[in-house]
């Protein structure tokens, strides 16, 4: 006879959170990347979600700022230096509005840079979770000594 398995409190504690936390962290990275898709850049589409006691807050996507023309890069294929990264607009799109992102979890299709951790760390986000980890790791090293949470997720389960 096969014996039913069970759990006791505690191990259901343990274990049911953080599998919760993954299929929700799963699907605001997916959001993430359809909002990366919004991106008018060539070279590299970013989408990134603000989400704050389980509500999203802010989203964004790197490219130019309101007023200036869709287009990121110039004629040799270089990104203009004004094109903002995805989390930055999601950040400067919260200091427009009446959220804050002071205990914020920021979800975003590729790791920060290191421009924009500094703005990550100032801005109170606790926690930021990824599917691709930038070519540069200074931003999530960064990151890592301000005791933020990063987490990576590459296995999105679709
Ligand atoms: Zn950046």
Same mark, same amino acid.
């Given at each position: %006879? !096969?014996?039913? +398995?069970?759990?006791?409190?505690?191990?259901?504690? %343990?274990?049911? +959170?953080?599998?919760?936390? *993954?299929?929700? @962290?799963?699907?605001?990275?997916?959001?993430?990347?359809?909002?990366?898709? *919004?991106?008018? =850049?060539?070279? $590299?589409?970013?989408?990134? *979600?603000?989400?704050? @006691?389980?509500?999203?807050? !802010?989203?964004?996507?790197?490219? #130019? +700022?309101?007023?200036?023309?869709? =287009?990121?890069?110039?004629? $040799?294929?270089?990104?203009?230096?004004?094109? &903002?990264?995805?989390?930055?607009?999601? &950040?400067? $799109?919260?200091?427009?509005?009446?959220?804050?992102? /002071?205990?914020?979890?920021?979800?975003? #299709?590729?790791? +920060?840079?290191?421009? =924009?951790? $500094? &703005?990550?760390?100032?801005?109170?986000?606790?926690?930021?979770?990824?599917?691709?980890?930038?070519?540069? /790791?200074?931003?999530? @090293?960064?990151?890592?000594?301000?005791?933020?949470?990063?987490?990576?997720?590459?296995? &999105?389960?679709?």
């Amino acid at each position: %006879m !096969s014996k039913i +398995p069970t759990f006791d409190f505690f191990q259901i504690c %343990m274990l049911y +959170p953080k599998e919760k936390q *993954l299929r929700y @962290d799963s699907a605001y990275l997916k959001m993430a990347k359809e909002w990366a898709k *919004l991106s008018h =850049c060539t070279r $590299k589409q970013v989408g990134a *979600l603000i989400v704050k @006691d389980r509500m999203i807050i !802010s989203d964004g996507y790197n490219g #130019t +700022p309101t007023g200036y023309d869709n =287009c990121c890069e110039d004629k $040799k294929g270089d990104t203009h230096w004004y094109v &903002l990264h995805a989390e930055a607009n999601a &950040l400067t $799109k919260i200091a427009k509005s009446n959220h804050n992102a /002071n205990g914020a979890t920021l979800y975003i #299709t590729l790791s +920060p840079c290191k421009e =924009c951790s $500094k &703005l990550i760390l100032q801005a109170g986000i606790k926690r930021v979770v990824y599917i691709k980890a930038y070519k540069d /790791n200074s931003g999530l @090293d960064f990151l890592n000594q301000s005791g933020i949470e990063l987490t990576k997720v590459e296995n &999105l389960n679709e």
